[in-house]
């Protein structure tokens, strides 16, 4: 066997480890389908305990969340990543704190997804993930105005539930029935109001939702920045 033209891909995860470990399953698919044979992935992973993490987020201690990905970043360039992932998209609200110091290329999870939506076609999009995500500005303004695209989020009460299902279920590895239920007829109502397309915006929610589930195209976006690395480790 010749030696792997593969770079190796930095993840920051434990942001639930849930997701973290479908980053790890889909960059190692992904690999062995382009490459065949016995390869996998060259993956490092820096995991996180969430449950410091989360506090921090509630308590909007930003810069100590970003510090904290920031000592998993540079350590992750001094084990040898050739290029780094936050796999959680409600933490690229700290990217920039992140990746301090670090001299490797950072793939940020909105421009990955933005370049997925505007290449199927929408415009307008469906945005769910966390109440950070949802309500403040650092996702959505990167979405509207580095891409272009029309964002729409759902209202009060149903930011709440998209939210606590999140914190609730879905980091803990519970999918409910019952929460599918109103994920779903969120989205409709979204659709209804002029989304062509909904953003997967939070890692976790494809463990609820899948494509089958809705009538416009849903942008996975952990699967979408997985396989970008994927590409990016093979360019």
């Known amino acids: ?31 062995k389908a382009r490459l065949g044979g016995l390869h996998s992935a060259k993956v490092l992973l820096a995991s996180v305990d969430f449950g410091e993490v989360e ?34 998209n409600t933490m690229h609200k700290v990217a920039g704190e992140a990746v301090k110091g670090v001299r490797i290329p950072l793939l940020h999870i909105a421009d990955v997804t933005a370049e997925a939506v505007r290449a199927a076609g929408p415009r307008k999009v469906a945005l769910l993930g966390t109440r950070y995500t949802m309500e ?28 606590r299902v999140i914190y609730e279920e ?22 209804g ?20 589930d809705v009538s416009v195209p849903l942008f996975d976006t952990t699967e979408l920045h997985a396989l970008a690395a994927v590409e990016r480790a093979l360019a």
């Open 1 to 31: 066997m010749g030696g792997s033209p593969l770079k190796t891909i930095g993840l920051i995860g434990g942001m639930s480890w849930e997701s973290s470990a479908h980053y790890y399953r889909l960059v190692n698919e992904a690999v």
């Open 55 to 88: 506090p921090l987020q509630r308590a909007a201690r930003w810069d100590e969340a970003g510090e904290l990905l920031n000592r998993a970043a540079l350590g992750l360039e001094r084990a040898g990543a050739d290029l780094l992932l936050i796999c959680a």
């Open 136 to 163: 403040q500005d650092f996702y959505r303004r990167r979405l509207e105005e580095r891409h272009g695209l029309e964002v729409l989020v759902p209202g009060p009460e149903d930011r709440a539930e998209v939210n």
């Open 170 to 191: 879905l980091v803990l590895g519970r999918i409910e029935p019952r929460s599918k239920g109103r994920y779903l007829a969120i989205i409709d109502q979204l659709v």
């Open 193 to 212: 109001a002029g989304a062509q397309g909904v953003i997967a915006g939070c890692t976790e929610i494809p463990m609820l939702v899948q494509q089958g």
